[in-house]
Structures are given as C-alpha cells and as structure tokens.
C-alpha cells in the first residue's frame, strides 16, 4: 500500500522555478555540508554564510524522500507548498534576519496533527480527505517561528489504539512503515516489516533516521516516542504533559498525551522542546507550567550532568532470545558508559500493577469526540459511533479478510460504549482507576 510520493515531489517540483533536478540518488551534501550529518546548528551556520538555502534544503529532503520512502513508505502527505515557503523565508532572512533557531528549517510531523494544508487522519481511512480548518498550536508555532512543515509521517492507526495485536507503524489508510535499519518484510506473514519500527509514531521515527527531514515530531500516551526512537536509535523527549499544547491533536487520553520532538542528536531535540513551549489558551493543562517551562533548554546539555546522578533500571535484554546476548552486551556496555561518566545506576525490583484500568478506554471516546467535533459540520466523521460505522460498511462492502482493516478494531468496540455522564458506573471506575494509576505510579519501586 505504498503511496506514490514521487508523483507528489514532482509536481512540487514543476511548481517552483528552483533548478536542482530530483535525482534518481539523493544528493549528498550542499557544497560541503554533509546533509546526513547536517544538525539544526550548522544548518543556520550555512544559511549565515550563503554556503546553504533553506529552498536548497527542502529540496535536498525532497530528493531523499524520492530515493528512499519508497523503501520505507514512512511519510503519509508532503506540503505542496514547502519549496515556495522556503524561497519566501530565504528572502526574509536576507531583508531581516533570522526570525529564531528553527527558521528554514523544514519538519516532518505526526499525521494525527493538525496543519490546515494537509489531512489530519490518524492513519485512518475514513478521515483520508479530513483537512482541518486550522494549525495546532504547536504547529502554528513552528510557521511563527520560520519552520517549514514538510509533510506528515505515518502512524500506526488512531496511535495504536483502534484494535489490540496490530503491528506497530500498520494503518488502513497507509500500510506498514519499515525501519530503515532493515527495510525489508518478515517473510511468509501478513506482511509487516521484519524488523519493527516501533509505534506509535513509526513514520516519524523511520523517517528521521533516514534522515527524510531535519528533526521530526511524534506524540505519545505510553511509549509511543521512546518506543520508535529506541528502535532507530534516536533521541526522543516526551515532554511532562502541559509542556507543550495538545490542541489540535487526535488524542487518546488526555491525562497522558502529548507530542514531543524526534531527533538524531541531543541538541537538535533540546532546540525544538524549548522552542514549542507555553501557555495556551486552547489546553488548560499548558498553565500548570506557568514559570516552570523555557523557551531554550541547551543550556542544561553539560558533558559532567552524570556527575552525582541516581538512575534506576528494571529489565535487562534477555541474552536467551535470538539477539538477546549482543542486546545484554549493548546494554551492560551502556551502563558502564553511563557509571564511568559519574552517576550511579541499580537495578530495581519492578511489581507490575495487578488491576486493569479503564482509563485509555474512557478518555479515549470523550477525547476523541471531542476532537471530531472541531471538524466542521461539513465533517463525514463526527464521533467514536461513525468511525465503528465507517469500519463496519467498508467490511460489509469489501469483504476482503486481508483488507484495511485485518487487525479488527476491539478497542473502538469497546470504547464506544463507555457511558460518560458524570455519575455512571462507566465514570466512578474511571475516577477509581485513574486515582490508583497515579497512586502506582508513585509506589511501585519496592
């Protein structure tokens, strides 16, 4: 189910008067900067001396997705409008100088996102023609700040919470995401990638490492950073919930998600949290970092911030799997790392929680209605109840086993279904549940 970018970057490309052809390889380097090694300083250190464009650069990403998502099929929708965007921001910048550190900077960002430009589909095919009527405020913040917003990676579908055993980087409207460390597929299966991309927000952690665009954003409730930034060896930040605005972003529990930046080196990642920060009137949770947040966080990247530390770990890789004992190797290695630079690390006894919560089931209807109903009374998806409709007529209609949606959708199922008056028994578990996930969360180290 790979998308055809290529006719996509073309017709970028016929749009705009910049001369670098698409190649049938990527381009390398603009001059003598290295573009795998390129960082968000040294790019605005070759702006600064003419050496790079920020038009150049949106092209050279443009060459590298051509080359290489086919591979990968990581990215879900480019901006037709990214290469204008550039020439316009390389004009301001000769007339007034740099607006911030992301200025012309082009970004590839999660698709349950909202940019005006583009679908906002969770990877879902129902909301494949779903343009929202404004910007994220994160996103927003990205154009105020001179950023170019590449295009939109894909996720594993509604943030891996439409069904239970789907693989990570999967949705109906995009197929499997690959990891570009091992693009290839498992073989005799239902078709997903033999090496994991991780997930939720796999697009966005392959196509960074592919290095498809300068740093990248994802969005996480429980892993869904970390989880594709381990798997191609990124650097990912889930920022404490608030840090940034959540407005504009299909959800699944609001005490527990937030977008956060995906990058290939420490300093890049440090950039973009510092620079997304603030209070926004559109989530109140962004006020409970009133004094708290900054706009600039590399000041705290020092090489002697181990000096002193305590950190804790609870699992190691088991050595008996197939590639356990080079992980464990990898792993102790780390930790040695880790020990010889000041800090101490143990091994803590982990308890799992016993109870099952509710929590992601309920905020995940009351969220996600929420969000449909932003869309617009033009909008064919309104609730939780029409994306179970949807799935149900297309099966109906298209009773392929193999189809879109082979994985099922068990927690649309039973999400839908929550009773969300504020005294139903639905709601006092929720609260009971919620109370107790904080309560572990607090208590669990033995």
């Known amino acids: 189910m790979l998308r055809p970018l290529h006719q996509q970057i073309a017709a970028v490309a016929l749009a705009t008067t910049f001369s670098t052809a698409i190649l049938p390889r990527p ?39 051509q080359a290489y998502d086919p591979l990968l099929n990581s990215i879900i929708s480019l901006n037709p409008n990214a290469l204008a965007e550039a020439a316009a921001l390389d004009a301001e910048r000769v007339t007034s100088g740099a607006r911030s550190m992301m200025m012309g900077i082009p970004v590839l960002i999660k698709d349950n996102i909202d940019f005006s430009l583009l679908p906002n589909t969770a990877g879902f095919l129902g909301l494949k023609d779903s343009v929202p009527p404004d910007n994220a405020t994160i996103v927003q913040k990205l154009i105020d700040a001179g950023a170019i917003i590449l295009g939109k990676t894909s996720p594993t579908e509604f943030a891996n919470y439409l069904t239970s055993g789907m693989p990570a980087g999967y949705n109906s409207l995009n197929g499997y995401t690959l990891n570009p460390y091992n693009p290839v597929l498992q073989p005799n299966s239902d078709g997903r990638p033999l090496l994991s991309p991780g997930g939720s927000s796999a697009g966005s952690g392959s196509a960074c490492a592919a290095n498809l665009a300068t740093i990248c954003i994802g969005t996480e409730t429980s892993g869904s950073i970390l989880s594709p930034s381990n798997q191609n060896s990124l650097v990912g930040i889930k920022p404490t919930v608030g840090l940034w605005s959540r407005d504009g972003i299909i959800p699944i529990a609001a005490s527990q ?24 009137p559109k989530d109140p949770q962004t006020d409970t ?11 705290y990247l020092k090489k002697d911030a181990l000096v002193g530390a305590k950190l804790g770990y609870y699992t190691k890789p088991n050595s008996n799997t197939a590639s356990g004992a080079e992980q464990l190797g990898i792993f102790n290695a780390a930790i040695n790392k880790i020990r010889s630079l000041g800090a101490t690390v143990t091994e803590i006894a982990f308890t799992p929680p016993s109870n099952t919560s509710t929590v992601l089931t309920y905020e995940f209807k009351r969220g996600l209605n929420l969000y ?8 064919t998806i309104k609730t939780i109840d029409d994306v179970y409709n949807f799935i149900n007529q297309y099966l109906a ?37 919620r109370a107790l996930d904080l309560q572990n969360s607090q208590t669990f180290w033995n």
């Open 372 to 379: 449909l109903a932003t869309l617009g009374s033009t909008a």
């Open 397 to 433: 209609d298209n009773p392929d086993p193999n189809g879109p949606f082979k994985y099922g959708k068990v927690r649309i199922d039973t999400s839908r279904l929550i009773d969300l008056s504020p005294t139903s028994a639905d709601t006092l578990r929720y609260l009971n549940d």
């Open 289 to 299: 970092q009133t004094g708290l947040a900054k706009t600039d966080y590399t000041p």
């Open 27 to 65: 381009a390398a380097a603009a001059d003598s900067l290295k573009l795998e090694d390129a960082t968000i300083t040294s790019i605005q250190e070759a702006f600064k001396s003419g050496l790079l464009t920020s038009q150049k650069l949106v092209q050279l990403y443009l060459n590298r997705i």
């Open 257 to 280: 998600d937030t977008a956060g930046p995906m990058a290939r080196n420490v300093t890049d990642a440090a950039i973009l949290l510092g620079a997304l920060t603030g209070v926004d």
